[in-house]
């Protein structure tokens, strides 16, 4: 599988953005996908994850009411729509997947697109 995120870029606060994550040479239907991120001199952390099926979602709770993931099985994509973005949402958000698997945990999943560049200016 490979993965590839984009759709990030520079947005005031308040402001939106829509990330997306697009598979290739796999279907991912039966994939987990998570998107996690990673601000300037920090550790990597968990932002949502959405279930192989999608029925079940999940969200640290800095995102929580703010952020939605979902997902297209047909297209073999992920979305990640954020809103009432706030400066402490600047960070490269990388999305991921692995079989089975929506939890938190970075070392589970097994593949890692490329990450896309989200700031958020006062």
């Known amino acids: 599988v490979q993965l590839q995120a984009s759709g990030g870029g520079l947005v005031q606060a308040g402001g939106s953005l829509r990330l997306t994550c697009a598979a290739s040479?796999?279907?991912?239907?039966?994939?987990?996908m998570a998107w996690f991120r990673q601000a300037p001199g920090k550790e990597r952390e968990f932002v949502g994850s959405?279930?192989?099926?999608?029925?079940?979602?999940r969200y640290a709770d800095s995102v929580k009411g703010r952020f939605a993931i979902s997902r297209n099985n047909a297209w073999n994509t992920g979305d990640l729509q954020m809103n009432s973005l706030e400066p402490k949402d600047t960070a490269v958000y990388y999305c991921?997947?692995?079989?089975?698997?929506?939890?938190?945990?970075?070392?589970?999943?097994?593949?890692w697109g490329q990450g896309t560049q989200v700031t958020v200016s006062s």
């Open positions: 040479r796999r279907a991912l239907s039966s994939y987990g």
């Open positions: 991921a997947a692995s079989e089975y698997y929506s939890g938190a945990a970075g070392s589970q999943y097994t593949y």
């Open positions: 959405i279930s192989w099926s999608g029925d079940s979602t």
